[in-house]
C-alpha cells in the first residue's frame, strides 16, 4: 500500500515537473479521454457573449483608431508650448509660436497658435510644423483631406500646405490655400485643403507644415489631416484597426470605457453633451490616462463605430465617482447627474421627435441607436465613502422610470438596495498573470444562478508587453473556455486594453490587444485566440466529461444548432504533448472531417510585435475522425479551435 502511494507520488512529482517546464523531454502526458456527447446541451451560450470594451488609453483614439493625423489639433498647451508644433524658419524668415488665449473660433476653442512672422526670407516659407502622432502614414496615390481655421493680420497668406519626408526633406505633396481678406465677426473662417501623393513610399517618416512667404501674424486653430477613413466615414477612424476589430466577431462595445468614464475628478468625466456636435464646438478634456483628449471621436463617433461594425453599445453613463476619489452625495447634488444619463439615452435611442433624438438628427444621424444594456458607472468598489448604492439606486429608479425595456448594470454589488433597483447584471473585471488565469478557470462554476447575470466587462492574461506574449493567449484561451461553459452567467465578455500604440511614450498600460504605429497594427497571440473564440461560438454547451488530463489542459465544447457545428477548443497549455482520445456520441460510423484552426509557439514568451507581426498566427488544417472514437494529441502550447459537422439531432437538458 506504502509502497504503491509512494510511486504514484512519485510519477506525480515527475509529471508536475516536466508540465511546468522543469524539463525538456517531449514524452507525452498520460492520455486522456474526453467524451462529448453533443445532442445533450446542458448551458446556452449567449449569443452576446464576446464583445469590445475601449477608452482613451494608450492613444486608443487620438493617436490610434481616430483617424487624424495632426497631433495636437486644437493647439492645447502645456508648460513647454503645444505639444507637436515645431516653428518652420528657412532661409533666414523669422517667426515666433505662442498659445494665444484670447482669440479662437469659438467658445469653446477660444485660444490659437499665434504665428508672428517678423521676417520672410528668400525662400519665402516660415511658419508651423506639425510631427503627427509619432510621424504621419504617408502612402503613395492616396488623397488625404484637410482643413484649419485661421484668423490674419497683414497681407500675409496665402497658406501652403505640404506633407514633407522628415529623411528627405522631399515635398510628397501640397496645396495652396488663399486666405479671405476681411473675415467674419471674429475675424476667424476655416478653410479646406486636398493633399494628393503620388508614387511614394509607404513610411511614417512625414510631417505636415503650414507656412506663408509674407510678415504679418497668423492664428490657426482645428488643424486636420486625414486619410482615408474605414466606410469613407468623414471624421473616421483607421481602416486597418476597423479592419481588425471587425474579425473579432464582436456582438457590442462598452463604451467610453473604464477610467476614461470617470476622470481624476468629477470635472474631467466623460461630459457626453461636450463631445458631440461640429468639432470646433468641441472643447476637448484631460483625460486620466495623462493626455488631452480632443473628443474628435465623441459619443455620435462612438455610436457610428458600433454601426460599422452592425453591433451594439452598451453604454456606460456616468454615475458620480471620479478617480482620485470625488464623489458626488446621493441625492438632489446628483439629480443634474441622472438627468445627463437620462438625455444621453434619449441621444441614444430617441426618434427625431424627442429633443436629445432630433440633437442626434441635427449631427448627423436622424435614425435611433440599438440599445439594451445600460451601465452605471465603472468600479465603483473603489468609492470608500460608501456611496454607490444610492447613487446606483437613483440612476436605477429613474431610468426604470423612463426606459423599462433596458437592463442596468451595477459595477459591484449592491445587495443592500431595495429589489426594485436590483441590477440585472454586475461587471467582474479580471486582470491576472497566465498562472493566476490558469487558477481562475473554475471560478464561475458553481456561483449561483439565481441573481444578476455577469458581464465580464474588463479581462486580461497580462505578462507580455505592450502586447500579449502566447503565454498569456494561453491564459485566455483558458479563461475563454471557462467563460464559454458558465455562459448560462456569463452574458457579455470584452477584453481590455483593446489598444496601443507602440511608440515610446505612447503607452499607459502595459498588456494591450493590438498594437500600432501610425502606419502599420499587428494583432497579438491573444488577439488570434479571441478572433477564432468568437468566430467558432456556439449556441449552447455540450455534455462532457474529461478524465486523466494534466492540470493545464482546458477545453470547451459548443453546439451550433442551426449549423449543426461542434465546437471543439482544446487548451494545452503545458510543455507536453496531451494525447486524447476524443470520444463524440452519437457520431456514428463512417469517417468524418473537422477543420482545425491551430494557433501554437514554441515557448510562453513567443510573441508578436509591430516589426514581427505575423510571427504567431492560426493555421489551418483538417482532422479525420473514424467512428465516434478518435485518437488525437494537442501538441504542448497549443490552442486548437476544431470544428466538427454532426448529424444528430440535439436537446437542451436544462
Ligand atoms: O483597462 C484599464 C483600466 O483598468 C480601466 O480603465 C479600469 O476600468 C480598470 O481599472
Same mark, same amino acid.
Given at each position: 500500500?506504502n509502497?504503491?502511494f509512494?510511486l504514484?507520488?512519485?510519477?506525480?512529482?515527475?509529471w508536475?515537473?516536466?508540465?511546468?517546464?522543469a524539463?525538456h523531454?517531449?514524452?507525452?502526458?498520460?492520455?486522456?479521454?474526453l467524451?462529448?456527447?453533443?445532442?445533450?446541451i446542458?448551458?446556452p %451560450?449567449?449569443p452576446?457573449?464576446?464583445g469590445l =470594451?475601449?477608452?482613451?488609453?494608450?492613444?486608443? #483614439?487620438? !493617436?490610434?483608431? $481616430? @483617424?487624424?493625423?495632426?497631433?495636437?489639433?486644437?493647439m492645447h498647451g502645456?508648460?513647454?508650448?503645444?505639444?507637436?508644433?515645431t516653428?518652420?524658419?528657412?532661409?533666414?524668415?523669422?517667426?515666433?509660436?505662442e498659445?494665444?488665449r484670447?482669440?479662437?473660433?469659438s467658445?469653446?476653442?477660444a485660444?490659437?497658435?499665434?504665428?508672428k512672422?517678423?521676417?520672410?526670407?528668400?525662400?519665402g516659407?516660415?511658419? %508651423?510644423?506639425?510631427?503627427?502622432w509619432?510621424? =504621419?502614414?504617408?502612402?503613395?496615390?492616396?488623397? #488625404?483631406? !484637410?482643413?484649419f $481655421? @485661421?484668423?490674419?493680420?497683414?497681407e500675409?497668406?496665402?497658406?501652403?500646405v505640404?506633407?514633407?519626408?522628415d529623411?528627405?526633406?522631399?515635398?510628397?505633396?501640397k496645396?495652396?490655400?488663399?486666405?479671405?481678406?476681411?473675415?467674419?465677426?471674429?475675424?476667424?473662417?476655416?478653410?479646406?485643403?486636398?493633399l494628393?501623393?503620388?508614387?511614394v513610399?509607404?513610411?511614417?517618416?512625414?510631417?505636415?507644415?503650414?507656412?506663408?512667404?509674407?510678415?504679418?501674424t497668423?492664428?490657426?486653430?482645428?488643424?486636420?489631416?486625414?486619410?482615408?477613413?474605414?466606410?469613407?466615414?468623414?471624421?473616421?477612424n483607421?481602416?486597418?484597426?476597423?479592419?481588425?476589430?471587425?474579425?473579432?466577431?464582436p456582438?457590442?462595445?462598452?463604451?467610453?470605457?473604464?477610467?476614461?468614464?470617470e476622470?481624476d475628478?468629477?470635472?474631467?468625466?466623460?461630459?457626453?453633451?461636450?463631445?458631440?456636435?461640429?468639432?470646433v464646438?468641441?472643447?476637448?478634456?484631460?483625460?486620466?490616462?495623462?493626455?488631452?483628449?480632443t473628443?474628435?471621436?465623441?459619443l455620435?463617433e462612438?455610436?457610428?463605430?458600433?454601426e460599422?461594425?452592425?453591433?451594439?453599445p452598451?453604454?456606460?453613463?456616468?454615475?458620480?465617482?471620479?478617480?482620485?476619489?470625488e464623489?458626488?452625495?446621493?441625492?438632489?447634488?446628483?439629480e443634474?447627474?441622472?438627468?445627463?444619463?437620462?438625455?444621453?439615452v434619449?441621444?441614444?435611442?430617441?426618434?427625431?421627435?424627442?429633443?436629445?433624438?432630433?440633437?442626434?438628427?441635427?449631427?448627423g444621424?436622424?435614425?435611433?441607436?440599438?440599445?439594451?444594456y445600460?451601465e452605471?458607472g465603472?468600479?465603483?468598489?473603489?468609492?470608500?465613502?460608501?456611496?454607490?448604492?444610492?447613487?446606483?439606486?437613483?440612476?436605477a429608479e429613474?431610468?426604470h422610470?423612463?426606459?423599462p425595456?433596458?437592463?442596468?448594470?451595477a459595477?459591484?454589488?449592491?445587495?443592500e438596495?431595495?429589489?426594485?433597483?436590483?441590477p440585472?447584471v454586475?461587471d467582474?473585471?479580471?486582470?491576472?498573470?497566465?498562472?493566476?488565469?490558469?487558477?481562475?478557470?473554475?471560478?464561475?462554476?458553481d456561483a449561483?444562478?439565481?441573481?444578476?447575470?455577469?458581464?465580464?466587462?474588463?479581462?486580461?492574461?497580462?505578462?507580455?508587453?505592450?502586447?500579449?506574449?502566447?503565454?498569456?493567449?494561453?491564459?485566455d484561451?483558458?479563461?475563454?473556455?471557462?467563460?464559454?461553459?458558465?455562459?448560462?452567467?456569463?452574458?457579455m465578455?470584452?477584453?481590455a486594453?483593446?489598444?496601443?500604440n507602440v511608440?515610446?511614450?505612447?503607452?499607459?498600460?502595459?498588456?494591450?490587444?493590438?498594437?500600432y504605429?501610425?502606419?502599420?497594427?499587428?494583432?497579438?497571440?491573444?488577439?488570434?485566440?479571441?478572433?477564432?473564440?468568437?468566430a467558432?461560438?456556439?449556441?449552447?454547451?455540450?455534455?462532457?466529461?474529461?478524465?486523466?488530463?494534466?492540470?493545464?489542459?482546458?477545453?470547451?465544447a459548443?453546439?451550433?444548432?442551426?449549423?449543426?457545428?461542434?465546437?471543439?477548443k482544446?487548451v494545452?497549455a503545458?510543455?507536453?504533448p496531451?494525447p486524447?482520445?476524443l470520444?463524440?456520441?452519437?457520431?456514428?460510423?463512417?469517417r468524418?472531417?473537422?477543420?482545425?484552426n491551430?494557433?501554437?509557439?514554441?515557448?510562453?514568451?513567443?510573441?508578436?510585435?509591430?516589426?514581427?507581426?505575423?510571427a504567431?498566427?492560426?493555421?489551418?488544417?483538417t482532422?479525420?475522425?473514424?467512428?465516434?472514437?478518435?485518437?488525437?494529441?494537442?501538441?504542448?502550447?497549443t490552442?486548437e479551435?476544431?470544428?466538427?459537422?454532426l448529424?444528430l439531432?440535439?436537446?437542451?437538458?436544462r
Open positions: 500500500m509502497t504503491i509512494s504514484r507520488s512519485l510519477v506525480g512529482a515527475i508536475v515537473g516536466l508540465a511546468l517546464g524539463g523531454a517531449q514524452q507525452p502526458a498520460a492520455s486522456a479521454t467524451t462529448i456527447d453533443p445532442s445533450q446542458v448551458n %451560450v449567449s452576446t457573449l464576446y =470594451m475601449t477608452e482613451e488609453i494608450n492613444h486608443s #483614439y487620438d !493617436g490610434g483608431l $481616430y @483617424a487624424e493625423m495632426v497631433r495636437n489639433r486644437t502645456s508648460w513647454s508650448g503645444p505639444e507637436g508644433w516653428v518652420v524658419q528657412h532661409g533666414g524668415s523669422a517667426a515666433a509660436l498659445v494665444d484670447t482669440t479662437g473660433p467658445a469653446a476653442l485660444e490659437s497658435l499665434r504665428v512672422v517678423e521676417s520672410a526670407g528668400e525662400s516659407a516660415v511658419g %508651423v510644423a506639425n510631427s503627427g509619432w510621424g =504621419m502614414a504617408v502612402r503613395p496615390r492616396t488623397t #488625404y483631406h !484637410g482643413s $481655421y @485661421a484668423k490674419s493680420e497683414g500675409i497668406g496665402p497658406v501652403s505640404k506633407l514633407i519626408n529623411n528627405t526633406g522631399a515635398v510628397i505633396a496645396a495652396e490655400v488663399p486666405l479671405r481678406g476681411s473675415s467674419p465677426a471674429n475675424g476667424w473662417s476655416r478653410y479646406e485643403y486636398t494628393s501623393t503620388g508614387d513610399t509607404p513610411s511614417t517618416r512625414n510631417h505636415l507644415e503650414l507656412t506663408v512667404s509674407r510678415p504679418g497668423l492664428w490657426l486653430q482645428l488643424v486636420s489631416l486625414f486619410p482615408p477613413t474605414y466606410d469613407n466615414t468623414p471624421n473616421g483607421r481602416i486597418d484597426l476597423m479592419e481588425r476589430l471587425a474579425a473579432m466577431h456582438h457590442f462595445l462598452r463604451l467610453p470605457g473604464g477610467n476614461y468614464l476622470g475628478r468629477i470635472a474631467d468625466r466623460f461630459d457626453w453633451k461636450k463631445t458631440i456636435g461640429p468639432l464646438d468641441r472643447p476637448g478634456h484631460q483625460a486620466p490616462w495623462s493626455y488631452w483628449s473628443d474628435g471621436l465623441g455620435l462612438f455610436l457610428e463605430w458600433c460599422d461594425l452592425k453591433i451594439e452598451v453604454l456606460a453613463v456616468y454615475a458620480g465617482y471620479s478617480l482620485h476619489g464623489h458626488v452625495t446621493p441625492g438632489k447634488d446628483l443634474p447627474y441622472v438627468q445627463d444619463a437620462l438625455d444621453e434619449q441621444y441614444v435611442t430617441g426618434d427625431t421627435s424627442t429633443k436629445w433624438g432630433a440633437e442626434r438628427a441635427k449631427d444621424h436622424p435614425a435611433p441607436f440599438p440599445l439594451h445600460i452605471i465603472n468600479e465603483d468598489q473603489f468609492d470608500k465613502s460608501g456611496s454607490y448604492p444610492a447613487r446606483f439606486a437613483q440612476f429613474a431610468l422610470k423612463e426606459y425595456q433596458y437592463k442596468l448594470i459595477t459591484t454589488p449592491v445587495t438596495t431595495e429589489a426594485a433597483a436590483q440585472d454586475i467582474d473585471h479580471y486582470y491576472k498573470s497566465p498562472a493566476d488565469m490558469f487558477a481562475l478557470v473554475h471560478h464561475y462554476d449561483p444562478r439565481t441573481g444578476p447575470k455577469v458581464f465580464v466587462g474588463e479581462w486580461a492574461t497580462r505578462s507580455g508587453t505592450p502586447t500579449p506574449n502566447f503565454g498569456d493567449a494561453l491564459g484561451a483558458a479563461w475563454m473556455a471557462s467563460m464559454e461553459r458558465n455562459s448560462d452567467l456569463i452574458v465578455a470584452s477584453y486594453p483593446l489598444l496601443v511608440n515610446p511614450g505612447a503607452m499607459q498600460w502595459a498588456t494591450d490587444l493590438i498594437g504605429d501610425a502606419l502599420n497594427s499587428y494583432g497579438s497571440p491573444s488577439y488570434y485566440a479571441q478572433c477564432l473564440f468568437s467558432h461560438l456556439g449556441d449552447g454547451t455540450a455534455k462532457t466529461s474529461v478524465n486523466g488530463a494534466g492540470p493545464r489542459f482546458f477545453y470547451s459548443t453546439v451550433s444548432s442551426d449549423t449543426h457545428t461542434l465546437h471543439l482544446l494545452n503545458s510543455n507536453l496531451q486524447l482520445n470520444s463524440i456520441n452519437g457520431l456514428g460510423t463512417g468524418h472531417t473537422a477543420e482545425v491551430t494557433l501554437h509557439a514554441a515557448t510562453f514568451e513567443a510573441t508578436n510585435s509591430i516589426t514581427n507581426p505575423d504567431i498566427r492560426p493555421v489551418v488544417s482532422l479525420r475522425f473514424s467512428g465516434a472514437e478518435t485518437q488525437h494529441t494537442v501538441a504542448p502550447l490552442i479551435v476544431i470544428d466538427l459537422p448529424k439531432s440535439i436537446e437542451a437538458t
